[in-house]
């Protein structure tokens, strides 16, 4: 059940933005905002405190690991796993370094999902407004359908991908500790960097610190 979840958070996503492709989505600053505080709360309610009862001594590495990945991920996804595509305007092939990068991201998702409903809403509720975000980007660069469809289909089977490896792959078992400390260090840099750019300017108008809020009290609340 969790792998059609999280494929239909992609299905989902990209079927919002279908609708709104001509008029765009005002409201997509507060949903950004919303997503961000969730899946940044979540890992620190759930997931952070899961890993640090573990035995394993070098847990704070592998955090910072995961922020170094995520920033070296951003250099070549220019920033579209928090909300940014930045595409040369007449590029109309298959993207592939963006492709690649948030491949990784999203096989390192799937991997703290197993056993945590938690961490799995986290994910769903990240992977929506990301999606809706690439299909709007995409369908206002004047992408081919068949291009826009084949990147999302191959998107939205990342993060199963990586749910079912921690799920049936013995040796990732053994290291889903640090497997899953690189993920929180890519949710860690993820998530604040959503919070820091979802105003403009940095600066937060009382509908944003709401959902901001909204996103905190809903995850401790879980």
Avoid: C, R
């Avoid at 573990?54 to 909300?83: N, P, R, T, W």
């Avoid at 592939?96 to 769903?124: D, R």
């Avoid at 690439?134 to 089977?157: E, M, R, S």
């Avoid at 921690?166 to 959503?194: C, R, W």
Wanted: net charge neutral; hydrophobic share 55%; charged share 10%.
């Amino acid at each position: 059940m969790e792998y059609l979840v999280l494929f239909l958070a992609v299905a989902i996503g990209y079927i919002l933005a279908y609708f709104f492709k001509k008029k765009g989505i005002k409201q997509m600053p507060q949903i950004l905002a919303f997503s961000g505080a969730f899946l940044l709360s979540v890992t620190l309610f759930e997931l952070l405190p899961e890993v640090f009862e573990s035995d394993y001594e070098h847990i704070g590495l592998f955090i910072m690991l995961g922020i170094l990945l995520q920033i070296v991920l951003d250099f070549f996804s220019k920033g579209a796993e928090h909300g940014h595509v930045h595409l040369h305007s007449n590029q109309k092939t298959f993207p592939l370094l963006l492709f690649i990068s948030l491949a990784i991201h999203a096989l390192l998702e799937g991997f703290p999902i197993t056993g945590n409903q938690n961490m799995l809403i986290g994910v769903v509720v990240h992977k929506i407004p990301i999606a809706m975000i690439l299909t709007l980007f995409f369908y206002k660069a004047g992408f081919k359908p068949i291009i826009i469809g084949v990147f999302l289909l191959l998107f939205a089977l990342m993060t199963p991908l990586g749910t079912w490896f921690s799920n049936e792959v013995d040796m990732l078992k053994q290291y889903a500790v640090p497997v899953n400390s690189l993920a929180i260090g890519v949710f860690l840099h993820v998530s604040t960097t959503i919070l820091f750019e979802s105003s403009k300017d940095h600066k937060f108008n009382l509908v944003k610190l709401l959902s901001i809020i909204l996103g905190i009290t809903i995850a401790y609340f879980l």
